[in-house]
Every structure is written in C-alpha cells, then in structure tokens.
C-alpha cells in the first residue's frame, strides 16, 4: 500500500490566517491526490483534485500543489466555515489510501 | 440531483454477517465505479472495496483487511450497490460510506453518500 503521512494533526488558526497542511506519499504518485473536506457527522467533500484542481464550486481561496512525493493545500484567508478535519487522498492505484487528517481549530 | 443512500448498518456480534445497501440516484449509475469506505476511531478514512463501470467490466477489489470476507455487488437495473459482510470483526466498526466515482477528461466525479454505522460487538 503507499502510506499518505499528514501533518500536522492538529492546527489553531484565525480568521483570516493563511493556514498550509502537508502531506507525503511514501511513492511517486504523479499528481493523483485530491484534498477533502470533513465536517463533525458528515462525509468528505473534495476540495481539490489532481493535486491543483479546484472542484467546481469550492471556493477560490482554497489551492494545491505538489507532485511526486509533496503535497501542499493552502487556504489563503481561513473563513469561519472552513474550521473542519481535512485529508489527502491518494489515487495513483485502485488501493486509495488517505492521509491521517489535519484538525483546524479556532485560535 | 444526485442521491447516495446507504442502509443497512446494525449492532452485531463478532463473527456475524450483514449486509449494506446503497441507493443511487441523480446520475447514470452503470458508468460509475462504485465503492465503499469506512470511517474508524482507529484506523481513520479507509477504503474497503470498489466494484468498477459496467463499461470496465463490473471487476472487483478489495481491501486487503476484508478480503475474503466481504463480497461487493452492483445491481445497475436498481442503481443499488451491496456490500456482503461475513465474519464481522470488532475492528470492522466504523461509518461505512457509499462512493459513486469516475474520472472522465480532466473532472473528477466524487458522491458520497451520508454513512451507515455498523457496530461489531458482544
């Protein structure tokens, strides 16, 4: 399996902060990573796939980059709804592995 | 609209069986890979199982944790997808989602539904 490491697990931030998670994959995975969303009862929601692309509908101050082995998601200007659990996911194979999560918490 | 729904998920002894259902709706299911996840205090997000298009031939997957004791199905004149669960495990409790999924010129199509608990436990 290629294992996704996150970090970090936990993260304080503001309104308005610019907020980075990373994540690594133990192997090349080219650009198959999407970024999701989760929310205290309800399912994951992509945000970004294939390490850049914007889902339609998700708001522009949200952004990914990497490739390989390097992950980055970005939220430019953290906005009160965007205090969630946010996971990576890999999809270079059938066998999708996802990061451990990344809380982002009110400061 | 687009419409997953799982059913299906109960209390159950270890070493019992159960099974889940999911009703799509909203898109054309058969051109759809359809999958399951699960959601657990230990382990996290993980995928499970995923049963591929009509059009990839129907091929299935699994999860090396539940190999040989899950079964995935897809009935595509009902838009329903099942996952058969025999000799349930404490370890298998969790959420368990229903993913309808494709990746078709550059968009990546991904409907969740809500979750399904299943609880494995004397």
Redesign the interface.
């Known amino acids: ?1 290629i294992q996704m490491t996150q970090s970090p697990f936990t993260l304080s931030a503001s309104v308005g902060d610019r907020v980075t998670i990373t994540c690594r994959a133990s192997q090349n995975i080219h650009t198959w990573l ?1 970024w999701y969303q989760q929310k205290p009862g ?5 945000l970004i ?2 390490a850049t ?1 914007l ?1 339609n509908g998700v708001p522009s101050r949200f952004s990914g980059s990497g490739s390989g082995t390097e992950f980055t998601l970005t939220i430019s200007s953290l906005q009160p709804d965007d205090f969630a659990t946010y ?1 990576c ?1 890999q999809y270079n194979t ?5 990061g ?2 990344t809380k982002v918490e009110i400061k | 609209e687009v419409q997953l729904v799982e059913s299906g998920g109960a209390l159950v002894q270890p070493g019992r069986s159960l099974r889940l259902s999911c009703a799509a709706s909203g898109f054309s299911f058969g051109d759809y890979a359809m ?1 399951w996840f699960r959601q657990t205090p230990g382990r ?4 499970v199982s ?1 049963i591929r298009s009509v059009s990839a031939g129907e091929t299935t ?1 699994y ?2 944790s539940v190999k040989g004791r899950f079964t995935i199905s897809r009935d595509n004149s009902r838009s329903i997808a099942h996952l058969q669960m025999s000799s349930l495990k404490i370890e298998d409790t969790g959420v368990y ?1 229903c993913v309808g999924g494709r990746i078709v010129a ?1 968009t ?1 199509e ?1 409907y ?4 399904t608990l299943v609880t494995v436990s004397t």
């Open positions: 399996d999407a309800k399912a994951p929601k992509v796939h294939k692309s889902q996971y996911l059938y066998y999708r592995t996802f451990q999560g | 999958s996290g997000l993980e995928w995923l997957e999860a090396a989602y550059g990546f991904d969740w539904g809500p979750g």
